[in-house]
């Protein structure tokens, strides 16, 4: 018999179907909570930024690399107007605890306290436009970091794409804002070294392989114009003995001029009148 004031589908202590039904629920409600913050909130995608493979000659220099153009790397929908997509620049020692609800543009993320009391930057800040999906293999889809030098030194233009403070090395990632909040990351790349400038005094003076052709073809250059040195010279002499000897210097011929006088008209006095 069922007591008074209480249901069928009320809950009778000791029921072991009821607590299992109770703890179903309670299982779900953290899952249910985690795919609704997966849905709406930060997400990392599975893209990793990488140099570009088109630029061999050129992917590094001492200031600068190049990068791969993270197209298709992140979808969002139609209505998501306020998306910028920027590039992370970090020490590697900034990657473990890097905080990505820092604003481009902010002291903590300008170009020009990079590794000057901050360990990363944000720059190259676009719209998805500018990335579009798929890619048309005729654009030009690279992104050359550090080549802008007129405001590497300008803190009015914090996310300033300056040249690189050293030979690193460097990891990037891509990271996009709604407005003022992170909404979706790359992952981080590898490590990416520049090329090291060489100080003058340590370049070597010579190459053995090098300079022992060098000094060769000179060698030879230098006997083929001793022995054409050699033969104008001998040319000269010998055009100036042969002209010596074969030639005399003698007067000229006089000219003489026979002196004929009309004396019909020369000696012929005067007329009178």
């Not at 520049?194 to 090098?210: E, V, Y």
Request: charge should be neutral; include cysteine.
């Amino acid at each position: 018999m069922v007591a008074a004031g209480r249901s069928h589908g009320d809950t009778q202590p000791g029921c072991p179907h009821s607590r299992l039904r109770h703890s179903s629920s309670l299982t779900m409600v953290p899952l249910l909570l985690l795919l609704l913050a997966t849905a709406h909130g930060f997400q990392t995608v599975s893209y990793t930024p990488e140099l570009a493979k088109k630029f061999l000659e050129g992917q590094t220099t001492t200031t600068t690399f190049v990068l791969e153009q993270p197209r298709c790397a992140f979808k969002f929908q139609e209505n998501d107007i306020n998306i910028r997509i920027w590039l992370v620049v970090a020490a590697p020692e900034a990657v473990s605890n890097f905080n990505n609800s820092l604003e481009p543009g902010s002291p903590e993320r300008a170009f020009q306290n990079f590794l000057n009391g901050t360990n990363a930057y944000m720059t190259l800040g676009t719209t998805t436009d500018h990335y579009p999906c798929p890619k048309n293999p005729q654009d030009i889809t690279v992104l050359r970091v550090g080549s802008d030098t007129s405001c590497a030194h300008d803190k009015d233009v914090p996310t300033c794409n300056g040249p690189l403070p050293g030979p690193g090395p460097y990891r990037v990632k891509f990271l996009a804002f709604n407005g003022s909040e992170p909404v979706k990351e790359t992952q981080w790349s590898e490590l990416i070294t520049l090329k090291k400038a060489t100080p003058f005094g340590d370049i070597p003076a010579s190459d053995g392989k090098h300079s022992a052709g060098m000094i060769a073809l000179t060698t030879i250059l230098s006997i083929l114009f001793a022995i054409l040195l050699a033969g104008l010279v001998a040319m000269m002499i010998s055009g100036g003995l042969d002209s010596c000897g074969s030639s005399s210097f003698t007067k000229p011929d006089m000219v003489t001029v026979q002196r004929y006088n009309t004396h019909h008209v020369y000696d012929q006095p005067a007329a009178r009148l």
